[in-house]
């Protein structure tokens, strides 16, 4: 027993993977103490931010795809307290937060970043990992299994998810329309003339954002520290100059008929009043066999901060029945 203690003690402080420990393979560590780590990686174009909350817990790790484009993780740091059973892992994307930002605008496509998604794993040596994408990072965590089918991926998790802009797009015009018909005119006529800067528009905007993006009363300093490091020219590249006018790279982004191929267990959330409405999540879902659904009551696309400790017990939960599931069959 002692010397397989000993072995123990060697191989964690070398960051070599059991369960769930971390092993880094060509990243810069920046800082680090007994349980959380940052530094940086080298992927195509850049240099990109991590960290490693519970680097040591023994469970399948969880990586998260943050939101955008050209958003950073900070709007996602409670789901840090997941790290009570299981390595948490985030990063900005090159071009967002903590990341290098370079200008060159061929680095922002799909293919890039999900190129990047593979980079990140290899340098973290995360053979076995959960995946969990919120909104533009569902669109990237998708698009990863279904163009790279990687292995070790045991599960999925998509909130807000972005996996259709045909159908997000309607759904947001829909919204438009619920709206005061003030607040709907300055919204309407400002997206004619382009005028996204007029005061009108901005506090339109904030209506709309109220009811659908966060519905909480005070934002939380992480989302509005989010919302003021948002890279506007990846934003607007990949998207476009705002929610409702879309002629960015991801203009004809659509992979409903493609869901199917996914052969994982996979977990669906929206919020009741989510820029990705239930029903279209729940298209979604009927369009993935097997696959789950959660719809948080009086939340929209930021729910898991308005419901965080829902969401983190849906999340806890799905994520034991599908380690549990695994330990049975095998």
Partial sequence: MKEFIIILMVVVSLGILIGGCVMLKNSEITKSTENVEEGFISV?????WYKIVGK?????????LHGGPGASHTYLEPLERLAE?????FYDQLGCGNSERPTDTSLWTIERFVEELQQVRNSLGLDQVHLLGQSWGSSLAVEYLLSQNPHGVKSLILSGPLLSTSR???DQQKYI???????????LQCEQTGEY???EYQNAMMEFYRKHVCRLENWPEYLNRAFSELNLAQY??????SEFTVRGSL?????????????LPVLFTCGEYDEATPATTGYYQENLPGSRLHIFQDASHEHHLEKTEEYLQVVNDFLSDVENSGNRAE
């Fill in 56 to 64: 040591n817990h023994p469970g399948i790790p969880l990586l998260i």
């Fill in 236 to 241: 607007e590249y990949m998207w476009g100059p």
């Fill in 168 to 170: 997000w797009t309607d």
């Fill in 251 to 263: 203009k004809n982004y659509e992979r409903v008929d493609q869901l199917s191929k996914i052969e």
């Fill in 177 to 187: 329309e619920q709206l005061p018909e003030k607040t709907r005119k300055a919204i």
């Fill in 197 to 199: 800067d007029s005061p």
């Fill in 44 to 48: 195509t174009g850049g240099k990109v």
């Fill in 85 to 89: 059973n299981r390595p948490v892992i």
